[in-house]
């Protein structure tokens, strides 16, 4: 990939941000796959304690059900108000023309 602002670098130097590039990308790498295992390792623990304690399955499917429902009633309330403008344009539209955009 070619960078136009390193055309005014030494070899030596382009040399430098290439090996600091890789660098940076192996640590990103090294991060990105450490994330991965720890997230692999917590799901594991979640779904023991799961298995293990009906009770506390049932209360964490029951909060994430109100979560959901909780979700889509302000999603409702937003497409609500988004259908609610349209209408205020369309009136305004009739009495200012080319206000109303459409």
Sequence with gaps: ?????????????????????????????????????LLQQELEIEAKLLEENPEFARTIHSLNMQEIQSNQRGLQNILGSEKLGAKEQNVWSKFFPGLGGK
């Design 1 to 37: 990939m070619y960078n136009g602002e390193y055309d005014n670098l030494s070899f030596e130097e382009q040399l430098h941000l290439t090996e600091e590039e890789m660098r940076r990308r192996h640590n990103q790498q090294m991060f990105l796959r450490r994330n991965a295992q």
